[in-house]
């Protein structure tokens, strides 16, 4: 966690919001909320809805801060934070490095598979494998499987195929959509997520889709009916364990600041770890300030805290040594 300590009261905040990914909506949404969240505090705050070939909002005078609420690409793939940091910029979240690791999905869970943690078994379908190739590792899945994005987010493209055909069809449609594919191990049982906010993990909420499962309408749909729960049978000592794995998860990526750690209850009891979110949701349903709240941090305060602890690196970086 950065140091917070010296940080003035009020903080020249640059939020930056939308992007090129296709959870731009989203993004909009968390950042106007973060955005009117550090108003409300008093903090000077600029919007700034920047593309890749448009970064001229960085370039401008006096920021103390960057917020990044760019979700999926450019925003969580450790673009945005390399450009903050050629410019010498303090910035929430985690660094390129640890962005472009949580944002490709097989390589997150690589690294977590080596640390012991559960994971789905997975194969990655590339548009140049051999039909030979794509045939073997396939059949080394069995059914049901998800086929999904390497990279992004909010379930989009997400299918969860039950016979050779859906499968095929869904591997197929996503091959010419992102020419990179993953192919996972279905895993039937409850969805928990666990914030992680700073060095804490936040409390474990379940998600009941009344969906065949948590997708984009699910997650951000006002009239979905998805519940969040936290009281839902599983006894303290599991919750603990399942908070304790998705910090270990969050250190294993090298994550600072903030994540979110998607897992699935099995019914033997077991916590598979799923995917980790480097820029979480800020918007009416999202779960890091849902999770904040439970521990007694309001909205305002989440931002505020997050904003500090960069502002804080920024702090030690040009401190000079004692």
């Not at 973060?34 to 593309?51: C, F, T, Y």
């Amino acid at each position: 966690m950065g140091d917070e300590r010296g940080a003035p009261d009020t903080l020249n905040v640059t939020v930056l919001m939308g992007g090129p990914s296709a959870e731009r909506a989203v993004s909009l949404v968390s950042g106007e909320a973060v955005a009117r969240a550090l108003e409300g505090l008093g903090h000077r705050v600029r919007r700034a809805d920047i593309q890749p070939n448009d970064a001229a909002a960085l370039d401008s005078p006096g920021i103390d801060a960057v917020f990044i609420v760019l979700h999926g690409e450019f925003g969580e793939d450790g673009q945005v934070q390399a450009l903050c940091e050629a410019r010498g910029l303090a910035y929430t979240g985690s660094d390129p490095r640890a962005s472009e690791l949580a944002m490709d999905k097989a390589s997150g869970k690589q690294i977590v598979r080596r640390h012991g943690i559960l994971t789905p078994d997975w194969a990655v379908i590339e548009e140049y494998h051999t039909s030979a190739q794509v045939a073997r590792d396939l059949a080394a899945l069995p059914l049901p499987v998800v086929v999904k994005p390497v990279t992004g987010g909010s379930s989009v493209d997400v299918t969860i195929a039950r016979d050779t055909a859906q499968r095929d069809g869904a591997v197929e449609a996503a091959l010419d959509k992102y020419g990179r594919v993953m192919v996972e191990q279905f895993v039937a049982g409850g969805e928990l997520t666990v914030g992680i906010l700073g060095e804490q993990a936040l409390p474990v909420i379940q998600i009941v889709p009344k969906r065949a499962f948590y997708d984009y309408a699910a997650k951000y749909a006002d009239d979905a009916g998805t519940e969040y729960l936290f009281d839902f049978g599983v006894a303290s000592e599991a919750l603990r364990a399942i908070q304790a794995s998705a910090l270990a998860v969050h250190k294993a990526l090298g994550c600072r600041d903030m994540s979110r750690v998607d897992f699935i209850l099995d019914q033997a009891g077991k916590a598979w770890m799923l995917e980790v979110n480097t820029i979480p949701g800020f918007t009416g349903h999202s779960l890091l300030p849902m999770a904040a709240r439970r521990s007694g941090i309001e909205f305002p305060q989440l931002v505020d805290r997050l904003v500090r602890m960069a502002y804080g690196r920024r702090v030690q970086s040009v401190s000079p040594p004692r």
